[in-house]
């Protein structure tokens, strides 16, 4: 994967573009939670969600190995494409992305903004990137996967500013979509030396990576059907997987119930706005709350990018 001078080179290299996020310790949420619990404030970044940093050095990378690269292509739920968006801009490379029908209106318009050419193709994220990779052979694109090691190294720079701002943490709850986010922090976490418990969390109407981890091979599934859509994969990757299985404690489900309360939660404790996945690590230590009491806990909250029409419906429950 990547070692230690590597992983603070491309901290470096993402702090040229965007400032470190906060972390924050909220005495509410921290008296709901029951325990002492430090927020990492991912929905803070200029995309408002982690992936922008794997985008930046994945970018970056491949500009310098492939100078004259004709243009980049990928599939995503909306933060994964918004990186590379985000970043192709920086590094003059064209991307198109490719996202499943139905996806966030809002989204669509943030990756549009950032100059990425959409195609809305597919019924879901798993069927979307099968035709990412078909167009990137008919244009002679380059396929950018969600999960790559430049991609998890850039991610990775999170991790190390939450470890060196808080290196006491018992335990930290993040959640999984590709694998991307909690690969990186059990990466770093062991490159620190540290002992840090780590926990992913997955949707239960989701559950490819949360099975695979119990039975040790890849479980895909037939239908990913969450609303909060950075947990929403059929087809775990299988680098990711093994990573996980080495280095996480364990993986909890949680319902999009939880996750919605979660979402409220965080909005009336810090005033902050939590998209589904960015909420599940909360949801996930509520259910833990008795087992975690009196132990310090990280929560990635990893984006904020919920539509509007989403949010009333769902978390506020607000009728059309």
């Excluded at 982690?50 to 970056?60: A, L, P, S």
């Excluded at 969600?146 to 720079?157: E, H, Y």
């Excluded at 404790?269 to 087992?291: F, I, K």
Aim: glycine share 10%.
């Amino acid at each position: 994967m990547f070692d230690l001078p590597a992983l603070e080179a491309a901290a470096r290299l993402v702090h040229s573009v965007m400032p470190p996020t906060p972390q924050h310790s909220w005495p509410l949420l921290s008296a709901r939670a029951g325990c002492p619990v430090t927020v990492k404030h991912e929905n803070h970044t200029p995309a408002g969600a982690f992936k922008v940093r794997g985008g930046i050095v994945y970018m970056d990378r491949l500009k310098r190995g492939r100078p004259a690269v004709k243009g980049v292509i990928s599939a995503t739920r909306g933060n994964h494409g918004q990186s590379l968006a985000f970043a192709g801009a920086l590094a003059g490379v064209p991307v198109t992305i490719c996202v499943p029908r139905g996806n966030s209106v809002e989204k669509n318009a943030a990756m549009r903004a950032f100059g990425a050419e959409l195609i809305e193709i597919g019924q879901d994220f798993d069927e979307a990137r099968e035709a990412a990779s078909r167009i990137a052979k008919e244009r002679g694109y380059k396929f950018a996967p969600s999960f790559a090691p430049d991609l998890v190294c850039g991610v990775a720079t999170y991790a190390l500013e939450l470890f060196s701002a808080a290196p006491d943490l018992d335990t930290v709850y993040v959640p999984i979509g590709m694998g991307s986010g909690i690969c990186g922090l059990i990466r770093t976490r062991d490159l620190l030396g540290l002992k840090t418990r780590i926990v992913g969390v997955q949707s239960a109407h989701a559950p490819s990576y949360a099975l695979s981890f119990a039975t040790g091979r890849v479980v895909t599934t037939n239908s990913a059907d969450t609303l909060a859509d950075g947990m929403a994969t059929r087809v775990p990757d299988p680098v990711a997987l093994a990573m996980i299985r080495a280095g996480a404690e364990r993986i909890v489900q949680v319902t999009d119930d939880e996750v919605a309360e979660a979402i409220r939660a965080y909005w009336q404790d810090t005033h902050n706005l939590a998209e589904g996945a960015g909420a599940a690590p909360l949801a996930a230590l509520m259910q833990d709350r008795a087992a975690m009491a009196g132990k310090r806990i990280g929560l990635i909250l990893c984006g904020g990018n919920i539509d509007l029409a989403l949010f009333r419906r769902w978390v506020l429950r607000v009728a059309d």
